[in-house]
């Protein structure tokens, strides 16, 4: 009895500790501390008690161990529905907004994490109950099979970004007469002197050139672009605050080119750093199109 309550807890143990492995707080805030710590690693401890539980029962031919199973699936989805509310409710206080793209990839992620959590568990918990040797063996096996899982499952989450797809280069920021122009490209009419003088002194503009039609296709997506503008004005800061949506950050699409032009007035006049803040945006799942799978968009290819 003790040796079984033994494995189990190891597997419920290197769950959660995957769980915990996974859980960030980055430069979005997101979860916030120290609640969101909490809310998180108790949703871990759930899941990886679920893995963990799995395997046991399945050998005493506890086949209710499926079901189990299926209802915290559907739990888990719940989970991400409550990700996406609270961040929906929060984007209202957001002088650059993340956009509903963005905040459904992050929702998703939360949501697959607590799989994660359930899946090491379940591959511990099978390691430590059917490796053929004496317990503490089968402990250090289970802890080198949680471990590889864990750095492999939390590697093969991790998606691409802004730079894999684009070359982002700085790109000159104009006026013709009121019209805000980053190289060749419109972004939108300035009809203040005063703020025209602002964007002079203070403005960076960039651009983000595609380097195949699917890049052109992934960043033509407006949640795409809304990511890049709310990445780049939380890292760099925006002179920004309410009533004044000419200072609003721009990412604005060239239909005869694909490029992206974007312009922010950053706190911190940086431009080496706002290069490498927008190559570091996540290309968002909803927002990745792969036109070049298919026979007609290779026909369609410049």
Request: no cysteine; aromatic share 6%.
């Amino acid at each position: 009895m003790l040796t079984t309550l033994a494995r189990i807890s190891f597997a419920i143990a290197m769950g959660v500790l995957a769980r915990y492995y996974m859980l960030r707080v980055d430069y979005r805030q997101y979860p916030s501390y120290p609640h969101g710590y909490v809310i998180h690693m108790s949703l871990g401890l759930i899941a990886a008690s679920l893995g963990a539980l799995a395997i046991p029962a399945l050998l005493k031919r506890d086949y209710m161990a499926v079901t189990i199973l299926a209802l915290a699936a559907q739990q888990f989805r719940e989970v991400r529905d409550m990700e996406r509310r609270s961040l929906e409710r929060v984007e209202e206080t957001e002088l650059v907004p993340r956009g509903a793209a963005y905040i459904e990839g992050i929702a998703r992620v939360f949501e697959a994490r607590n799989y994660l959590a359930m899946l090491v568990g379940l591959i511990v918990s099978s390691v430590v109950f059917l490796a053929p040797f004496h317990l503490m063996l089968d402990l250090i096996l289970g802890g080198v099979s949680g471990v590889v899982s864990m750095f492999i499952l939390n590697k093969g989450m991790v998606g691409g970004r802004v730079g894999d797809i684009a070359v982002v280069r700085q790109a000159e920021l104009r006026f013709a007469g009121s019209l805000l122009m980053v190289e060749d490209i419109i972004l939108t009419n300035i009809g203040l002197r005063e703020s025209r003088e602002r964007y002079l002194s203070n403005g960076l503009a960039v651009i983000i050139e595609p380097k195949d039609d699917n890049a052109r296709a992934t960043l033509a997506n407006l949640g795409q672009r809304q990511a890049i503008a709310h990445d780049a004005a939380t890292i760099m800061g925006v002179r920004l605050d309410v009533s004044e949506p000419e200072f609003v950050p721009l990412a604005r699409l060239s239909t005869k080119t694909g490029r992206v032009a974007f312009v922010i007035l950053p706190i911190e006049k940086d431009i080496e750093s706002l290069l490498e803040a927008i190559r570091r945006v996540p290309v968002l799942e909803s927002a990745k199109r792969s036109p070049l799978r298919t026979l007609a968009g290779r026909y369609a290819e410049d």
